[in-house]
């Protein structure tokens, strides 16, 4: 009897582990910039406290390579999958039923590099919920995390066309219910994104705090997805009138569809001007001292010769497509084998 619950516990372990995912990679209208601009979380398991400075951007995330140019009015593609690197189809992005809503927030800084995420924060998409016919509980519904799984990891969101040029954070969340039925319970997935906008306008968007925003007792929060849904609404502030609200369960679309890894043109993130190479947290303080933001920056296109990935990218893994060869004086090195490896320096 004992082996038979500790084995029924260790399959629900599995399971959890299993399930655990991380936004990763960015596409600016179609073009892959893998990794290159976001803040790497340390690992690929939730965030359950809502009220902890982690739930900002994630618990320790890698400082990025550097920021994305973003054209008002374009198209990010967020792209999530359950192990660092991995970019395959063959297994769903985030596992074990792990169902909820994927929302999108935007926040404007002096210095994407250096901003530590405590600005106020308006949200620019998401893709919570509706009522599937036939179906009897909550875990039968249309869900943002279903639709991340039904195009391979990726979520198109659009940037507003009339936010003020600059640096921005871009805070891409997926919120796991499956234990939602107690407090402390729900399972966030986040990961924050450095962006520079460029043709941007005047607007001024009315922000929310994180922490700050969300309550772990909020409805769209803690709630028995297991039992029969009748209504549900995402957690946080309405999409502002520039976003968007993407109904769950439609079918994918554009890049979702589209952007395939090796098969569409590659980029890497500019190196925000002025800012060193040291770690972000360490450097946290200077984006209020700052003066002015950096100069935007337009997408860079990869000028390796032939096929080449850049210092630190992708150049291996299970189910990546891409280029193996790196630039020169890089090698290709597993980092985490058999999920991931990268070019590093050969010296």
Not at 57 to 83: F, I
Not at 323 to 329: D, E, H, L, N, S
């Amino acid at each position: 009897m004992k082996s038979t619950f500790v084995a029924t516990l260790a399959a629900i372990a599995a399971k959890e582990v299993a399930g655990h995912a991380l936004f990763q990679q960015l596409w600016v209208d179609g073009t892959d910039y893998g990794s290159s601009c976001i803040r790497m979380p340390s690992s690929n398991s939730p965030i359950t406290n809502v009220g902890g400075k982690e739930f900002i951007c994630n618990a320790n995330p890698k400082p990025a390579q550097g920021n994305c140019g973003v054209k008002a009015g374009s198209t990010v593609t967020v792209e999530m999958h359950q192990q660092p690197g991995d970019r395959s189809c063959g297994s769903e992005a985030i596992g074990g039923q792990h169902w909820g809503p994927v929302q999108v927030y935007l926040t404007k800084v002096a210095n994407a590099a250096t901003a530590d995420g405590t600005t106020g924060w308006f949200k620019i998409f998401s893709d919570s919920w509706t009522k599937k016919s036939g179906g009897r509980v909550g875990d039968d519904d249309n869900w943002g995390t279903r639709d991340l799984n039904a195009c391979c990891g990726k979520m198109d969101v659009k940037i507003p066309t009339d936010i003020p040029s600059g640096d921005y954070l871009l805070r891409a969340e997926a919120l796991a219910l499956h234990t939602a039925g107690s407090s402390g319970g729900a399972q966030f997935y986040v990961s924050c994104y450095q962006i520079t906008v460029a043709g941007g306008g005047n607007a001024s968007p009315p922000t929310v705090k994180f922490p700050g925003a969300y309550s772990a007792r909020d409805p769209g929060i803690m709630i028995n997805i297991h039992a029969a849904v009748s209504n549900y609404i995402a957690p946080g502030p309405a999409v502002w009138g520039g976003g968007t609200n993407k109904t769950a369960g439609a079918t994918c679309s554009g890049c979702e569809t589209n952007c395939k890894v090796g098969k569409s043109p590659t980029a890497v993130a500019t190196k925000p001007q002025g800012v060193s190479s040291g770690n972000t947290a360490d450097a946290q303080s200077a984006d209020s001292a700052s003066g002015a933001a950096p100069a935007d920056a337009a997408p860079a296109a990869d000028t390796n010769s032939g096929c080449a990935v850049a210092a630190y990218g992708q150049c291996g893994g299970n189910g990546y497509t891409g280029c193996t060869q790196c630039a020169a004086g890089h090698v290709c090195k597993d980092v985490s084998p058999p999920y991931y490896s990268q070019c590093v320096a050969t010296s």
